[in-house]
Each structure stands twice: as structure tokens, then as C-alpha cells.
């Protein structure tokens, strides 16, 4: 029996690393390793992952998490899950993870913990709890406290917001805001 894969997570507020750091796995990983994201973070460019420090990393863009499976090949090491928060409610995000973990594909994942009312983010919890490391990131508030939640200031008007449409923020200053829409 084949050695297993081991399940990374890396979650938390906007602007903390998670890209970051999955590119840097992703890297290391060399030429085993494949990038996927939901069909439904359309986005900046849909085939390319690029990170506020510049990094940058090809990604296909999936409908439904088993494709991913589809990709599987005898050379792939590692796989990589950009967004996985953004796959809401797929009941094939699991089970595929687990299937690639089972058959010695190391998995990253990344994924916002909360969304924009502070509410745990779809599966990324139970992801978070099946891992075998689990790094939680957060960035600084502009109060210079580290943020804990991602104020949204846009209009609800877009399916999935633009980074620019939030602000990481502690939870102090978070309370002073108008709730989110
Ligand atoms: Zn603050």
C-alpha cells in the first residue's frame, strides 16, 4: 500500500499569506504539482493565481471539486486548492481531498475561515478539522492590532467580491462598523 498524502490548510483573514504560502508549497513541490480553483472566483485572471507580494502560479479553474480528480496522473505529488471556501456547499470537496490524500497526493488547501458576517465559511471548518497542518493567518488591522474578521464595504451587487471590497479588521473595530450587507 501506497505511503498517504498529507492535508495542508492554510486559512484566515484576506491579506494574510494564504496564497502566499500555497504557491511556496506548490513550488517546492516542482513539477508534480497542480493548481485548482472554483469555476466561481472569476476573479483578476481566471488561469493564473497572483499574490499581493507579486508571486504567481498557473491555476485551473473547476466546476465541481472531483474534477480535480480527473487530473490525476502517475507524477502528481501535490495538489493544490485555491479558495476552497468558494466551493460552498460541493459535496465533492471532501471525498476528494480524501481520495487524493488516500492515494499519496499531498493536498493544500486555502480558504477564508469567515465570511463577511463573522459565520464560519461553508467546509472550510471540517477541512480545517481533517488536516494534518492547519495554519490559521491573519493580517494587521489598521488599528495595528491583528485582525481577526473581513469587513465587507461593497454592495452585495457581485457574486464573489473583489479583495478590494474588504478590510481586514480586529474584532473591536469590526463592532464599531455598520453591519455588512
Ligand atoms: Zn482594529
Same mark, same amino acid.
Given at each position: 500500500?501506497?505511503?498517504?498524502? !498529507?492535508? +495542508?490548510?492554510?486559512?484566515?483573514?484576506? /491579506?494574510?499569506?494564504?496564497? =502566499?504560502?500555497?504557491? +511556496?508549497?506548490?513550488? !517546492?513541490?516542482? *513539477?508534480?504539482? %497542480?493548481?485548482?480553483?472554483?469555476?466561481?472566483?472569476?476573479?483578476?485572471?481566471?488561469?493564473?493565481? $497572483?499574490?499581493?507580494?507579486?508571486?504567481?502560479?498557473?491555476?485551473?479553474?473547476? &466546476?465541481? *471539486?472531483?474534477?480535480?480528480?480527473?487530473?490525476?496522473?502517475?507524477?502528481?505529488? +501535490?495538489?493544490?486548492?485555491?479558495? *476552497?471556501?468558494? /466551493?460552498?456547499?460541493?459535496?465533492?470537496?471532501?471525498?476528494? %481531498?480524501? =481520495?487524493?490524500? !488516500? %492515494?499519496?497526493?499531498?493536498?493544500?488547501? =486555502?480558504?477564508?475561515?469567515?465570511? $463577511?458576517?463573522?459565520?464560519?465559511? @461553508?467546509?472550510?471548518? @471540517? %477541512?480545517?478539522?481533517? *488536516?494534518?497542518?492547519?495554519?490559521?493567518? $491573519?493580517? #494587521?488591522?489598521?488599528?495595528?492590532?491583528?485582525?481577526?474578521?473581513?469587513?465587507? $464595504?461593497?454592495?452585495? @451587487?457581485?457574486?464573489?467580491?473583489?479583495?478590494?471590497?474588504? !478590510?481586514?479588521?480586529? #474584532?473591536?473595530?469590526?463592532? &464599531?462598523?455598520?453591519?455588512?450587507?
Amino acid at each position: 500500500m501506497s505511503k498517504h498524502g !498529507e492535508l +495542508t490548510v492554510f486559512w484566515g483573514t484576506m /491579506f494574510a499569506g494564504k496564497s =502566499t504560502n500555497l504557491i +511556496t508549497n506548490l513550488k !517546492e513541490a516542482g *513539477a508534480g504539482a %497542480i493548481c485548482f480553483k472554483p469555476y466561481s472566483d472569476n476573479r483578476d485572471e481566471p488561469n493564473v493565481i $497572483r499574490t499581493h507580494d507579486g508571486l504567481m502560479y498557473p491555476v485551473t479553474r473547476v &466546476k465541481k *471539486a472531483s474534477e480535480i480528480l480527473l487530473h490525476v496522473n502517475p507524477g502528481l505529488t +501535490t495538489v493544490g486548492i485555491e479558495e *476552497a471556501s468558494l /466551493f460552498y456547499e460541493d459535496p465533492t470537496l471532501i471525498p476528494t %481531498i480524501q =481520495t487524493l490524500r !488516500e %492515494i499519496g497526493v499531498n493536498v493544500v488547501v =486555502t480558504g477564508l475561515d469567515m465570511d $463577511r458576517h463573522g459565520v464560519p465559511f @461553508s467546509q472550510m471548518p @471540517s %477541512i480545517a478539522a481533517i *488536516a494534518d497542518n492547519c495554519f490559521k493567518l $491573519r493580517t #494587521r488591522c489598521s488599528c495595528g492590532e491583528f485582525a481577526s474578521l473581513n469587513y465587507y $464595504r461593497g454592495d452585495g @451587487s457581485t457574486f464573489v467580491a473583489r479583495d478590494d471590497m474588504y !478590510e481586514p479588521m480586529c #474584532r473591536t473595530c469590526f463592532s &464599531k462598523q455598520k453591519p455588512s450587507l
